[in-house]
């Protein structure tokens, strides 16, 4: 069974910036996909970001231009890094992989507010 560990949340002011880390039990070339989505009160879960095991990425127009995916072969690892946080972007942020079947993180509470 594989697992995924969320890292990095927090508080931070607007216009702050905060790390998340996402830990695999196995290695993250077994993963088509994995990425980031996040889950505001009241709104539905919504993808923020994601990478393929060729490292093609893709970025929600919301976070485009400030948030960055990156992964880390060696230690399993695909992180988000989040510049320019806005209120918006307040919402418990799960990492999500997919190989055959859909893998979810526990998740992590960012908050921003200042």
């Known amino acids: 069974q594989v697992q995924l560990v969320e890292s990095g949340g927090g508080l931070v002011q607007p216009g702050g910036s905060l790390r998340l880390s996402c830990a695999a039990s196995r290695s993250i070339f077994s993963f088509n996909v994995m990425g980031w989505y996040r889950q505001a009160p009241g709104k539905e879960r919504e993808l923020v970001a994601r990478i393929t095991s060729s490292g093609s990425t893709y970025y929600s127009d919301s976070v485009k231009g400030r948030f960055t995916i990156s992964r880390d072969i060696a230690e399993n690892t695909v992180d988000l890094q989040m510049n320019s946080l806005k209120s918006e972007d307040t919402a418990v942020y799960y990492c999500?992989?997919?190989?055959?079947?859909?893998?979810w993180g526990q998740g992590t509470q960012v908050t921003v507010s200042s």
């Open positions: 999500h992989a997919y190989a055959g079947i859909d893998c």
